[in-house]
Nanobody, 115 residues
Framework: QVQLVESGGGLVQTGGSLRLSCAAP????????MGWYRQAPGKQRELVAR???????NYADSVKGRFTISRDNDKNEVYLQMNSLKPGDTALYYC?????????WGRGTQVTVSS
């Protein structure tokens, strides 16, 4: 059973920054599209950012220009740099690996932005 492990969440003030990390042991990391999703209380899980095997990226409109996704295939890790955080970014952030060999999730890391 593949389990992704997120870290880096926390409590930050409006305008602050956080960097999330996701470790993906047990998979051939470079073969997967990696993504970050989030789910706020009472809302559906939504895509935040995704990075493909060729390092192409796409972002939710709400985070464009503020968040940056990147990956390190040697370390089997994916990152989400979050700047200019807003209270609306408060959510549980999940890492996802999507590929021909399966679709895997982490348990999430909480990000809370205070006003």
């Amino acid at each position: 059973q593949v389990q992704l492990v997120e870290s880096g969440g926390g409590l930050v003030q409006t305008g602050g920054s956080l960097r999330l990390s996701c470790a993906a042991p047990g998979i051939t990391f470079s073969r997967y599209v990696m993504g970050w999703y989030r789910q706020a209380p009472g809302k559906q899980r939504e895509l935040v950012a995704r990075i493909s095997r060729d390092d192409s990226t796409n972002y939710a409109d709400s985070v464009k220009g503020r968040f940056t996704i990147s990956r390190d295939n040697d370390k089997n890790e994916v990152y989400l740099q979050m700047n200019s955080l807003k209270p609306g970014d408060t959510a549980l952030y999940y890492c996802n690996a999507d590929g021909t060999w399966g679709n895997f999730w982490g348990r999430g890391t909480q990000v809370t932005v205070s006003s």
